[in-house]
């Protein structure tokens, strides 16, 4: 009988990362039974007790050289086994770079139904439903799942983690014998990390954002010093990042960053849904835009009706001069 | 090397936001008055990523495969247009609304028929969803290997593929024959040419039913899902923007500071 939550987990950094915690903390949060968690990988297990101590009380450490570098078919071989042994009625991942791209991979090994980028889960009638934004953000679909274990991804920072909990132990099943080699077809042959200067965006508790109205990227300069002035990093739209002005890395929407931070201040950003998508969690957005019908005031606390070139430099004037009376 | 590219035909997601109606009864998106669909746009990637494989060796083959009403015939036109050979439908209204896996097994039943296929190519995610999952999916129920999310596609005997990621790229081989699924860091799918428009009418579309699968209606379709769409609707905004008064630019850049301060937001 499959009964509980699975959560993939994912190493960040030698560490948990924060979305495991916070599915591990959703999924207690659901009291759909034990919550276990999967862990992939040469640092594994080393990691079990920090599952315990966001909420896992039971940990399958899968330990294969052979999942050193995240493929396809390695950690879907993982993944369906610890599904084999724990026999989960769900299992979480996040919506990641591996979330993302294990999820229906699972799916179609197993045949059962997945759904993508939940913002929120619940449990009803003994199964998972979720509510995920479809249409470019426009819409939100809710479903629900026929076959078992139900398969969904979570929207990072959607679910909060628990206050972890050092004292919490948890039972380490360790999954041998998982994968054959033989059977990943695919190999990683280079990594590349874009160039990461200062604080990360999905990290950030300020976004500067900048769009297409900006007109060029010369006109970033104000934006990365409003940026810099905040302790906070610099958004774009993906028109901004597809003409090549900012790099791919800095774009937030539905392709890619999502992000939440407390104060986002979009300028010159009209807000297709295509862009809110990636910023629509944010706490508190600011909108300058000189077109007063544009779509990014209708999410706005804040806003000014101008253009960037005049409101944004005295702007960055009185930001200074509230900083300096400190 | 004979390629397949699986596109959908979705409504017209560059309208505002404000157009943007939902049946909630229905559970469907009412489609904009006057707005034609259109081809799903990561999809015209994945033509384009098709194509420049094709520019590289002439003789390349590739197939245009959707599935989708009557009027998706119209997105295997775009496809044709763009440069591919032949387009195949499956046109039967038992394997419409069904869920992604519902879909990638009628989509892998096809390119099993069609034959021979070296490579599936697909856009990342369908711009009405947004799920993202049935290229993979299609790859699994084929048994072969699948690479998501590429910025490029070279095919050398296997094919290589750089593949985004949240902080920057990694480049990937996988054997032949794969699926990759394209994303708009590829770039812009080429435009069509006049000329190019009419000769793709002339190009041979083959329709399929299910049965011409050896579906049943058990396997399509709703009947044939995993997942149930339980509701659709809206979400409602509640935001009241306040905008910033002054008779100058500097006299609102100084209010609204003064209000970031206020909130303590800076």
Known sequence: ????????????????????????????????????????????????????????????????????????????????????????????????????????????????????????????????????????????????????????????????????DASRQAEVISVAGAIDAAQIRTKVVNKTKAAAEGIRLEDAEVVIAGGRGLGGPENFAGVEELAKLLGGAVGVTRAVA??????????????????????????????????????????????????????????????IVGDFKQVLPPLIEAVKKIKAEG | MHIVVCVKQVPDWDIPPSSFKVDEAAKKVVPPQGVAPVVSQFDAIA?????????????????????????????????????????????????????SLATAKTLAAAINKIGGVDMVLCGRQAVDWDMGVTGTMIAGILGWPVVTIAKSVTVNGSVTVERVLSDGYETVEASLPAVVTVSNELGEPRYPKLQQIMMAARKQVQVWTAADLSLDGAQVGQAGSQLTLDRLYQPVSETQVELMEGDTPEEQAQNLARKLREAKLI
């Open chain 1, 242 to 303: 597809d003409m090549g002005w900012r790099p791919v890395s800095e774009q937030v929407g539905l392709t890619g960053k999502v992000v939440s931070p407390t104060l986002y201040i979009a300028i010159a950003v009209s807000g297709a849904s295509q862009h809110m998508a990636g910023c629509s969690g944010s706490k508190n957005i600011i909108a300058i835009n000189k077109d007063p019908d544009a779509n990014i005031f209708k999410s706005a606390r804040f806003g």
């Open chain 2, 47 to 99: 033509v384009e990523a098709a194509m420049r494989v094709k520019d590289v060796k002439p003789d390349t083959k590739v197939t245009i495969l959707s599935l989708g009403p009557a009027s998706a015939r119209d997105a295997i036109k775009h496809g044709l247009a763009m440069g591919g050979d032949e387009g195949v439908l499956i046109d039967d209204a038992s394997t419409l609304d069904g869920d």
């Open chain 1, 1 to 164: 009988m499959a009964e509980g939550i699975l959560v993939v987990g994912e190493v960040a950094e030698g560490k948990l990362s924060p979305t495991t915690s916070e599915l591990l903390g959703a999924a207690r949060k659901l009291g759909a039974g034990a919550v276990s968690c999967a862990l992939f990988g040469p640092d594994a297990a080393g990691l079990a007790q920090s599952a315990a101590a966001a909420g896992a009380d039971k940990v399958y450490v899968v330990d294969d050289t052979a999942l050193a570098d995240y493929t396809t078919d390695g950690y879907a071989q993982a993944l369906a086994k610890v599904i084999e042994q724990a026999s989960p009625a769900a299992v979480l991942l996040g919506q990641t770079d591996v979330g993302r791209d294990l999820a229906p991979a699972i799916g179609a090994r197993l045949g059962v139904g997945v759904a993508m980028d939940a913002i929120e889960l619940s449990w009803q009638n003994g199964g998972l439903q979720i509510t995920r934004p479809a249409y470019g953000g426009n819409a939100r679909a809710v479903n629900g799942f026929k076959s078992t274990p139900a398969v969904a991804t979570v929207r990072p920072k959607s679910q909060e983690a628990l206050e972890p």
